[in-house]
């Protein structure tokens, strides 16, 4: 496993950006662009066959272009992790990342990315939310305790050093992992083929609700589950959550939106023209009201989108911007860094 545990300046992908390797040669995922990626598979491979991890550092500071026989081009350092998979072993980092995979809710990873010794290098500690064991290479549970609630609250990773109880310092990357994002489609018409067909691109978990006679039978083998319109109490919804209401009906839309507002999604967009949403906020007083104001409606960012397909696009766009809480404007109008700093 080859990991992205620290970066300084520019880098295409983040800390937390995983590619796993085979011996073979095969690997999934990717640690940047396609830059790094032919080094980093001779560099795991060697991690296998040694049976010991490693860190190696890219500074590509410079853009040399004879530095790994690529021009570069990012301008950062990068610092990743190489981490021999040990199949007997139930705590090999494979197994924990495991735990969290279907959860449906969020997760502190603890991993050692520096140590003088190496038997600590690279070992790896799921922490859930209703756990309390601290008890990680033996360092301080209270310190841990500390910089986990700081992490869970930021929601962004950090990288600490710590003296353990044998007087060993190690360098600890405490990161923040994100449940899968699960989508809500409710809509039975053929748009909503497009829109499912990119959020199983994107790997989300797909909930779809209409009628299911008008479900396509390729749907049933997208989506994760299908709901009739009067189960909608039924589907999951949380913070990680996010809504989209397609039903092209607008008594549907009357009678589910209540429903859905009180679920509290942090993301619930309705299609179709702007009239059309007046006409529905217009439909509603008190509390009802205020809370439709905050609804995505017209659904989508202003792309000039006209098929299903791009209006597909726009949609994830918009869900994309408001889970990482940006304007889903033009990168070149931005005056900050692409990423936010860690």
């Known amino acids: 496993m080859a990991s992205v545990v620290h970066i300084a300046g520019s880098a295409y992908r983040r800390i937390g950006a995983r590619m796993l390797v085979s011996s073979n040669g095969t690997w999934v995922g990717g640690i940047s662009g396609g830059c790094l990626e032919g080094?980093?598979?001779?560099?795991?491979?060697?991690?296998?066959?040694?049976?010991?991890?490693s860190t190696v550092t890219y500074d590509t500071m410079d853009d040399d272009a004879n530095e790994l026989g690529v021009g570069l081009g990012c301008n950062g350092i990068i610092k990743v992790l190489f981490t021999p998979i040990d199949s007997d072993d139930s705590d090999n980092v494979i197994e924990v990342l495991k735990k969290i995979v279907g959860a449906n809710r969020s997760a502190i990873l603890l991993q050692?990315?520096?140590?003088?010794?190496?038997?600590f290098l690279g070992q790896a500690k799921l922490i859930q939310e209703t756990?309390?064991?601290?008890?990680?290479?033996?360092v301080n549970s209270q310190v841990l305790q500390l910089q986990i609630e700081q992490?869970?609250?930021?929601?962004?990773?950090?990288i600490i050093t710590v003296i353990n109880n044998h007087d060993e310092e190690l360098q600890i990357l405490v990161e923040y992992l994100r449940p899968e994002?699960?989508?809500?489609?409710?809509g039975d018409n053929y748009d909503v083929i497009s829109l499912v067909g990119i959020a199983q691109v994107m790997g989300?978990?797909?909930?779809?609700?209409?009628?299911?006679?008008?479900?396509?039978?390729?749907?049933?083998?997208?989506?994760?589950?299908i709901y009739e319109y009067e189960a909608i109490d039924q589907v999951p919804i949380d913070e990680f959550t996010a809504v989209v209401l397609m039903t092209h009906d607008y008594n549907w839309d009357l009678k589910l939106l209540p429903v859905l507002l009180a679920k509290q999604s942090p993301y619930l967009g309705v299609l179709g023209p702007k009239k059309r949403m007046h006409k529905i906020k217009a439909e509603y007083t008190g509390q009802l009201a205020t809370k439709i104001a905050e609804v995505h409606g017209p659904v989508g960012l202003d792309i000039g989108?006209?098929?299903?397909?791009?209006?597909?696009i726009s949609i994830v766009a918009?869900?994309?911007?408001?889970?990482?809480?940006?304007?889903?404007?033009?990168l070149k109008l931005r005056k900050d860094t692409i990423h936010e700093r860690t």
């Open 204 to 225: 989300w978990e797909i909930h779809l609700v209409g009628r299911e006679k008008k479900i396509s039978k390729n749907l049933y083998q997208q989506a994760d589950k």
């Open 151 to 158: 992490v869970r609250i930021k929601r962004r990773p950090q």
């Open 181 to 186: 994002m699960r989508l809500v489609i409710i």
């Open 131 to 138: 756990e309390s064991d601290y008890d990680f290479c033996g």
């Open 318 to 330: 918009e869900i994309i911007a408001t889970f990482r809480n940006r304007e889903g404007t033009s």
């Open 112 to 119: 050692v990315i520096a140590a003088a010794q190496k038997q």
């Open 305 to 312: 989108a006209e098929s299903p397909e791009e209006i597909a």
């Open 39 to 53: 080094d980093a598979l001779r560099r795991s491979q060697q991690a296998i066959y040694s049976t010991s991890p």
